[in-house]
């Protein structure tokens, strides 16, 4: 708990003055005023979690927490719950969806065992065990409040020595079959949403599965009463390991004032949880992407922030977060390359701000 509440303490609102710095020189770019949109407002953000106008990102990771769901025995997924540990062991081998994309855009991928059922012979994939998967939460508590505390602060570690490493930016990903239901639950006992808008079919059910699956849901928010008030007792009573984790990244990167590109809509339930235990959180988060699960949508528009991508993605593993890798470091390119007005001896003052129509 204490590496929690140390983390917590040391997060900081962004560095205006180093926004604002980011603004003038895209200002002074040979351009109409703020026709680059998000470009320029995503290198500003960026500006202000580090202090720094110009930022580049040399070495990239994508941290994929890995743990089982208990609640899987309650037939909530189509995909056998061996599909974990079968993915988690093939994110190393380079043969999954993020591997793929992580290759193709030099990402390094970071495994992290949290709770993966039976063993996982690899030495490349993180051995952070808490438990063999969470406890079914449709008949109790999915893990102990300590083992939520143990899994976040699992996620802060993890992050900070890869910062510590010379890392510039992370992103979020995860496995685990059945997390789209944890990840249902976690944002219905936190924004007090119902199951039926916010829950979609995952990796894919019937209609009368995905009934099942809502019920299921249902249930478990019915057994435990999470408090919406305490982000550590929602994720313990209906939450996954693999959440927590992402929370820690979230918090870790908040603190080490690095910006943390999540992936869909499980990495979007953890930077909630995260961005509850401090609110600054959230100005260190970038969206990569929409994911196509119909809960996202509220999660983001909670949390205030806006999307890269719209790209009907729900894959999960962190997949979305490569390609917002490659539009932030175009965008950084961009910021440090571009022409001046003053280098074809031409004023701006004669142009209208963009951005202010």
Avoid at 273 to 291: F, T
Wanted: hydrophobic share 40%.
């Amino acid at each position: 708990m204490n590496l929690l509440k140390e983390t917590i303490s040391k997060i900081t609102k962004p560095d205006e003055k180093a926004r604002e710095e980011a603004r003038k020189k895209w200002d002074g770019l040979l351009k109409p005023i703020g026709s680059l949109g998000v470009l320029e407002e995503i290198t500003m953000k960026i500006s202000a979690m580090t202090g720094k106008v110009i930022n580049h990102f040399d070495k990239k990771a994508i941290v994929v927490m890995c743990s089982d769901n208990g609640a899987v025995e309650e037939g909530i997924s189509a995909a056998p719950q061996i599909f974990t540990k079968i993915l988690a062991e093939s994110m190393q081998k380079g043969l999954t969806g993020v591997a793929t994309l992580g290759k193709f855009t030099n990402t390094d991928i970071i495994t992290v065992n949290l709770g993966i059922k039976g063993h996982i012979d690899n030495p490349e994939v993180i051995d952070k065990k808490i438990a063999d998967g969470t406890k079914n939460f449709t008949k109790g508590p999915a893990m102990t409040y300590e083992e939520a505390i143990k899994a976040i602060e699992t996620g802060i570690e993890v992050a900070d020595q890869l910062y510590a490493k010379g890392y510039d930016i992370l992103g979020t990903g995860e496995v685990g079959i059945g997390n789209t239901s944890t990840a249902a639950a976690v944002v219905s006992g936190l924004l007090g949403l119902e199951v039926d808008t916010i829950c979609g079919k995952g990796a894919g059910l019937t209609e009368e599965q995905f009934i099942h699956k809502k019920e299921m849901i249902k249930k478990a928010i019915s057994i435990n009463k999470p408090n919406k008030d305490d982000p550590l007792d929602v994720i313990s009573k209906v939450g996954g390991f693999d959440i927590a984790g992402m929370s820690g990244l979230c918090l870790s990167a908040a603190k080490n004032k690095k910006p943390i590109v999540i992936d869909g809509f499980i990495s979007s339930a953890a930077a909630l949880c995260a961005s509850y235990l401090n609110p600054y959180v959230k100005e260190y988060i970038i969206p990569s992407h929409l994911s196509a699960e119909p809960g996202a949508r509220y999660v983001l528009d909670v949390l205030g922030l806006k999307p890269l991508l719209t790209l009907e993605m729900r894959l999960g593993e962190g997949s979305g977060c490569p390609l917002a890798f490659q539009i932030l470091e175009a965008a950084e390119y961009v910021l440090e390359n571009m022409g001046t007005f003053d280098d074809v001896s031409m004023s701006s003052s004669s142009l209208i701000d963009i951005r202010e129509k």
